[in-house]
């Protein structure tokens, strides 16, 4: 049984940073397609980031959030600098449990965290 499990998110200023973690069970992390999904009030859950042999971003985050992984640890990070308010939502740990490109993961995924919120003031 695969467990994800995320922390790090907070109330942060326009302009500054957050690292979100999530802690995998059940699995090697570097065994899977991981990333990242978000969901604002009212909105759909969107993609942010995926990775697998490589890595694929969303637009909105492309420059700003780096995503990256510690096998030893068996974790999977997300580096968010330069937030902005309409960054503001849940953010998923997700995986599929396979290796594949990180683009993949923007297709869905098999495997979620608990979610963890991240606000962005102005």
């Known amino acids: 049984q695969v467990q994800l499990v995320e922390s790090g998110g907070g109330l942060v200023q326009a302009g500054g940073s957050l690292r979100l973690s999530c802690v995998v069970s059940?699995?090697?992390?570097?065994?899977?397609?991981m990333g990242w999904f978000r969901q604002a009030p009212g909105e759909d859950r969107e993609f942010v980031v995926g990775?697998?042999?490589?890595?694929y971003y969303a637009d909105s985050v492309k420059g700003r959030f780096t995503i990256s992984r510690d096998n030893a640890k068996n974790t999977l990070y997300l580096q968010m600098n330069s937030l902005k308010p309409e960054d503001t939502a849940v953010y998923y740990c997700?995986?599929?449990?396979?290796?594949?490109?990180?683009?993949?993961?923007?297709?869905?995924?098999?495997?979620w965290g608990q979610g963890t919120q991240v606000t962005v003031s102005s």
């Open positions: 997700a995986a599929i449990p396979i290796l594949s490109s990180g683009d993949s993961l923007s297709r869905g995924a098999d495997y």
């Open positions: 059940g699995r090697t992390v570097g065994s899977y397609t």
């Open positions: 990775i697998g042999w490589n890595t």
